[in-house]
């Protein structure tokens, strides 16, 4: 997997690959001695997952590599990506076919295209994540919002997390978000909104 991902990148002029990690360790330990910009990063390795491994990089390097993790297309998988995300991860890209997929060429321009956006993105700001304090929300700021609106791409799980979870109990208003991800994973994303907000997430 790591060789189909090395030669699918290095046909492109502009990305430099820096190192490869076998294991969760082996990243950690690369992460802190070369610090690159973007890690792509898979959930199931050895010694440490891919969520622990994400957790100890952003927490140990400042300012943190950006992490796309690489996630399964089944209900385990999706979990497993949002755990991630919460660790830290920046944003996923589905595999195409299950934890061995062959076929990831079939994804070389979506990945392509979030390295690009993140990596643009990373040198204006900076992302918080579901570990950083609570978003600041000011809640008297408008009388008379009637409905809220998020829409989100890439980078927009964890900041969806951190603003959801913000909310206020009973909030008076209908809250939409929109986030742009695969539908296997829109229900495992749902149910954790729900499990850290205050009011009830639903898909529609």
């Not at 959930?43 to 100890?56: D, K, R």
Request: aromatic share 6%; charged share 20%.
């Amino acid at each position: 997997m790591r060789k189909l991902i090395r030669d699918m990148l290095k046909t492109e002029s502009y990305i430099k690959i820096v190192v490869e990690a076998t294991n969760g360790a082996e990243a950690v330990s690369m992460a802190q001695q070369y610090k690159p910009d973007i890690i792509t990063m898979d959930y199931t390795m050895p010694i440490l997952n891919g969520a622990q491994a994400t957790s100890e990089i952003v927490k140990n390097i400042n300012p943190p590599p950006a992490v796309i993790m690489l996630s399964a297309y089944t209900e385990k998988g999706a979990r497993a990506t949002f755990d991630s995300l919460s660790s830290g991860a920046i944003d996923f890209i589905q595999k195409p076919s299950g934890e061995l997929s062959f076929d990831l060429d079939l994804i070389k321009e979506s990945l392509v295209h979030k390295i690009n956006i993140i990596y643009t993105a990373k040198k204006k700001i900076e992302y918080p994540t579901i570990n950083d304090n609570k978003a600041s929300i000011n809640h008297n700021t408008a009388r008379n919002i009637e409905i809220i609106v998020i829409g989100a791409s890439t980078g927009g799980p964890p900041l969806i997390e951190n603003i959801i979870a913000s909310l206020p109990k009973n909030i008076k208003v209908p809250v939409l978000v929109i986030q742009h991800m695969p539908k296997k994973f829109t229900k495992s994303f749902a149910s954790r909104l729900n499990s850290l907000s205050n009011n009830n997430v639903n898909i529609i």
